[in-house]
């Protein structure tokens, strides 16, 4: 028995003792019981590799051996993890076209970090439906999918119902023993770190950010999750659903197949046995283990690589919606040409030298200083959002999103321009007869997306159906800019290697890890269709 074993064991003795003297009702058996655990931002294609190479020997040996099976899923778009949520949680079809964006009918943005957003996006979704994971406990999740435990509120701390002094020893259990653990993992990174430092005191630095992502996210932030769960699971909770975020955190960081990234994966393969484990030793309970993902990610260059330091909202303000700032106005250049020296190239990020770099420093980290917003712009009743590898562009002056032919009246043939700009790979519209992606100058409709960018994609019919969901969404801008398919390559319009909420295979294809007795077989081609089937176990509480 290891020592999370042991804690767990105590714990699970102490509740006993807590309902014997009367301060709890024990769960009802006689049912089955929901475990999703949630491998954020993995694909199916790093997934396959991973099992491949002994990374995730557990999940090799679920699939092998305990007769779980690997169903393929498409997640639609965008491929960000609100969007996946509120669609298997709830079974709704979102209106949450990135992670962040600008609702015109509200007059307001929605970004998901911040404090009440996820809330009020959530309530606004969800009148009337019932979670997936309703009295039950999400750990890392951006919803609450019902339940009455979320994030760091531990279930150990209201379960089982009662009070006094044998109840609070408790629910401190499995806390405490999360902390001893994690500060002993972490004093350990720490020493080797140290060693490493004074081994190679030149190149060391470099990795002090990704000993802080490791310490903060998988060792404090899993072993929490990790063990808060593995103490619902023997408390017999309704359902829970546990997301693990260290690779997609790491993923952003360095990119999806990057050798500092996927080792994270042991660590959370180590989680997922905990977890069985545990289901293993209350077969009262009947507990049933899913693992999926919601998203991939793809290896991205940042945009301002590509720009002199200038980000994308700037260099749309300054070359394609009004740009400002002096002309030189001659003979030969009777309509007015930019200038690039003075001022404005210092802001534009083309002159050179140490007062460039002060000034890019501002932008970046001071960008009010400078009179801006650093991920979200607006000028002249236009506002940019960059989110990721999408962008989002809203014209203010009406509430309803744009068609193309509107759009035009207010700047003729801007979507063209822009499908043509450096580091910009496509640009989605809607018009009079449908969605359009414009990509490179030219314009292609739904039915003709093969002669484009994704010409030679199998799943050619659900990169159709992405885009006509994400122009379906009223907050969706009126301008969708990607840069995937770009002539340099994949690129994110913020600062991540990794980037998520496209329409490339890495992104779209997913998996679902089911147990033997799941009647899930078929692929999924849309996390609505988690729902119908997560629901039935609500139904039989």
């Given at each position: 028995?290891?020592?999370?074993?042991?804690?767990?064991?105590?714990?699970?003795?102490?509740?006993?003792?807590?309902?014997?003297?009367?301060?709890?009702?024990?769960?009802?058996?006689?049912?089955?019981?929901?475990?999703?655990?949630?491998?954020?931002?993995?694909?199916?294609?790093?997934?396959?590799?991973?099992?491949?190479?002994?990374?995730m020997p557990f999940l090799k040996r679920l699939l092998q051996r305990r007769g779980h099976r690997l169903v393929p899923m498409s997640v639609g778009l965008p491929t960000s993890t609100p969007s996946f949520q509120m669609a298997a949680m709830y079974g709704v079809s979102p209106d949450i076209p990135g992670f962040h964006y600008h609702d015109k009918r509200r007059h307001t943005d929605v970004y998901f970090p911040r404090a009440g957003d996820a809330a009020a996006v959530e309530a606004a979704h969800t009148t009337g439906r019932r979670g997936i994971v309703a009295g039950g406990s999400t750990y890392g999740c951006v919803f609450t999918?019902?339940?009455?435990?979320?994030?760091?509120?531990?279930?150990?701390?209201?379960r089982p119902s009662g009070a006094g002094l044998v109840r609070a020893l408790s629910a401190a259990v499995v806390l405490a023993w999360v902390v001893v653990k994690s500060a002993i993992v972490s004093a350990v990174r720490i020493g080797r770190a140290l060693l490493g430092f004074l081994a190679d005191p030149v190149n060391a630095p470099r990795g002090w950010k990704l000993l802080a992502l490791k310490i903060g996210v998988s060792v404090w932030v899993r072993e929490l999750f990790t063990l808060s769960a593995s103490r619902d699971v023997y408390a017999g909770a309704p359902a829970v659903y546990v997301n693990y975020l260290d690779y997609d955190v790491l993923s952003h960081a360095y990119g999806p197949r990057d050798r500092r990234t996927v080792r994270v994966l042991r660590a959370v393969d180590r989680s997922i046995h905990q977890l069985w484990r545990t289901a293993r030793r209350v077969r009262e309970h009947a507990w049933d283990l899913y693992v999926l993902s919601d998203h991939g990610q793809a290896h991205c260059i940042p945009f301002d690589r590509l720009t002199g330091g200038r980000r994308l909202e700037?260099?749309?303000?300054?070359?394609?919606?009004?740009?400002?700032?002096?002309?030189?106005?001659?003979?030969?250049?009777?309509?007015?040409?930019?200038?690039?020296?003075?001022?404005?190239?210092?802001?534009?990020?083309?002159?050179?030298?140490v007062i460039q770099r002060f000034f890019n420093y501002l932008g970046q980290d001071f960008p009010r200083l400078l009179g801006e917003l650093k991920e979200a712009r607006e000028s002249g009743g236009v506002r940019v959002i960059a989110a990721g590898p999408n962008a989002f562009v809203y014209f203010l002056d009406d509430p309803q999103p744009l068609t193309l032919e509107a759009i035009e009246q207010r700047f003729p043939s801007l979507s063209d321009e822009?499908?043509?700009?450096?580091?910009?790979?496509?640009?989605?519209?809607?018009?009079?007869?449908?969605?359009?992606?414009?990509?490179?100058?030219?314009?292609?409709?739904?039915?003709?997306?093969?002669?484009?960018?994704?010409?030679?994609?199998?799943?050619?019919?659900?990169?159709?159906?992405?885009?006509?969901?994400?122009?379906?969404?009223?907050?969706?801008?009126?301008?969708?800019?990607?840069?995937?398919?770009?002539?340099?390559?994949?690129?994110?319009?913020?600062?991540?290697?990794?980037?998520?909420?496209?329409?490339?295979?890495?992104?779209?294809?997913?998996?679902?890890?089911?147990?033997?007795?799941?009647?899930?077989?078929?692929?999924?081609?849309?996390?609505?269709?988690?729902?119908?089937?997560?629901?039935?176990?609500?139904?039989?509480?």
């Open positions: 028995m290891s020592l999370d074993d042991l804690a767990l064991w105590l714990q699970h003795w102490l509740d006993r003792l807590v309902r014997r003297l009367r301060l709890g009702r024990a769960p009802s058996p006689g049912r089955r019981r929901l475990l999703v655990v949630q491998i954020d931002g993995l694909s199916r294609a790093v997934l396959e590799d991973a099992l491949a190479e002994g990374r999918g019902g339940a009455v435990n979320t994030l760091f509120t531990l279930t150990m701390i209201k700037r260099v749309l303000f300054e070359d394609f919606l009004g740009p400002s700032g002096a002309h030189e106005v001659a003979p030969g250049h009777s309509e007015g040409r930019r200038l690039s020296s003075g001022i404005k190239a210092i802001r534009s990020g083309r002159e050179q030298g822009l499908s043509r700009a450096p580091g910009i790979g496509f640009v989605l519209v809607r018009s009079a007869g449908g969605p359009l992606c414009i990509w490179r100058g030219k314009r292609y409709r739904l039915d003709a997306l093969g002669e484009g960018p994704f010409a030679g994609r199998a799943d050619l019919a659900l990169v159709a159906a992405g885009i006509r969901d994400l122009m379906a969404m009223p907050s969706a801008g009126d301008l969708v800019l990607y840069g995937l398919e770009a002539p340099p390559g994949h690129v994110s319009f913020i600062a991540e290697i990794g980037a998520h909420a496209g329409l490339t295979t890495d992104e779209m294809q997913t998996f679902v890890v089911v147990p033997p007795d799941a009647a899930l077989s078929t692929p999924i081609t849309h996390p609505l269709q988690l729902y119908p089937y997560f629901a039935r176990y609500q139904e039989a509480a």
